[in-house]
């Protein structure tokens, strides 16, 4: 028989055929929210599961999963995955024509969250220059295009439906970032951090001399 701890649980996103009903494909999301799908360190310490109660047991997903629509690939991030830029740009590396966020902001309420959770959606259209779908649970969905502007939109609590064009990026249209990443700003605090080493030995060798 078996128990809770038997069960592996996942937060995915399903590709279902609007036509037959079928299920294509899933994917299961990599970055999960601590305290909230997951207990941090509870694999090290396992009393902690005893001690606090009501948070999630999700298993993390393996990798990235890019589905099929009309000829075109597009990748989908679960709620605040959104955040995370380095997931976007692998999803444009890796061929996605446009992205789509899946979200529940329902925990947010009608609060400021909201617009700035849809934010990040505009970033990650303007870093990879992608078209980006939102669609939360209880708003706000919204069309960003690949210029990062919003180009409809249904207000938090409001229920309705957007009618807009998608335009699908070229698998070679890849921005800098989308092809080097956040190498410049390592590059920037490499300079720095150099900079400032050769500044404190310049320092220390003016003390010695005076």
């Known amino acids: 028989m078996k128990t809770y701890e038997d069960i592996t649980m996942f937060n995915s996103a399903w590709f279902v055929d609007s036509v037959t009903g079928f299920y294509l494909n899933a994917y299961d999301k990599m970055q999960l929210v601590p305290f909230g799908e997951y207990l941090p360190l509870v694999g090290n310490i396992p ?3 005893n001690i606090i109660f009501n948070i999630g047991d999700m298993t993390r997903g393996e990798k990235q999963t890019l589905f099929q629509c009309e000829g075109h690939q597009f990748g989908v991030m679960i709620c605040f995955e959104s955040t ?41 259209a303007i870093e990879t220059r992608r078209n980006v779908v939102q669609c939360a649970n209880t708003g706000i969905s919204a069309m960003v295009d690949s210029k990062g502007r919003i180009v409809g939109k249904i207000r938090a609590g409001k229920r309705d439906r957007i009618k807009t064009l998608v335009q699908m990026s070229s698998p070679s249209q890849l921005t800098l ?10 590059l920037c605090f490499v300079v720095v951090f150099c900079i400032e080493i050769t500044a404190l030995i310049q320092k220390r060798s003016s003390r010695k001399v005076s």
């Open 47 to 49: 009393f902690l599961r």
């Open 84 to 124: 995370f830029p380095y997931l976007a740009r692998r999803l444009a590396k890796n061929g996605a024509a446009f992205l789509t966020v899946v979200t529940n902001d329902g925990w947010f309420g009608m609060t400021s969250a909201l617009e700035m959770h849809l934010s990040h959606a505009v970033f990650r």
């Open 177 to 186: 970032y989308t092809r080097w990443g956040d190498m410049f700003v390592l």
